[in-house]
């Protein structure tokens, strides 16, 4: 997939999570790039496959989440079904660090950072 495809198909990614998903805007940075980690890589073990660690409650949390967001690209973007592993791996990596940058990394929020908050 060459970058000018890899950068669209990530924006309709993200698309998704910015029109319907609540969990993008914790209060605190720390909280964010978890919740993000977890919710990302479990949503990208479900689209290629592979097991999904279920240990703790924040593992049961995030993966409720990546199962409804995986569900989601799976009925939206026909493409997805049509990529291998190392492909769905790298875009939700793209994801990934795209939403960090604009969630938390690229924020103005000074909540995200105030250590008092």
Not at 43 to 72: F, G, H, K, M
Not at 83 to 96: C, P, R, S, V
Request: with cysteine; aromatic share 10%.
């Amino acid at each position: 997939m060459d970058a000018t495809m890899m950068k669209e198909r990530v924006e309709q990614l993200l698309n998704v999570i910015m029109k319907n998903c609540l969990w993008q805007f914790h209060s605190r940075a720390w909280d964010r790039r978890d919740q993000n980690q977890g919710i990302l890589t479990k949503a990208t073990q479900i689209l290629c496959n592979e097991d999904v660690e279920l240990e703790t409650p924040a593992d049961r949390c995030y993966w409720v989440d990546s199962v409804w967001l995986a569900d989601e690209y799976k009925a939206r973007f026909n493409w997805l079904s049509d990529l291998g592993k190392d492909e769905i791996k790298a875009l939700m990596n793209a994801l990934h660090e795209r939403i960090d940058y604009l969630m938390i990394d690229g924020s103005l929020n000074l909540e995200l950072t105030d250590e008092h908050y």
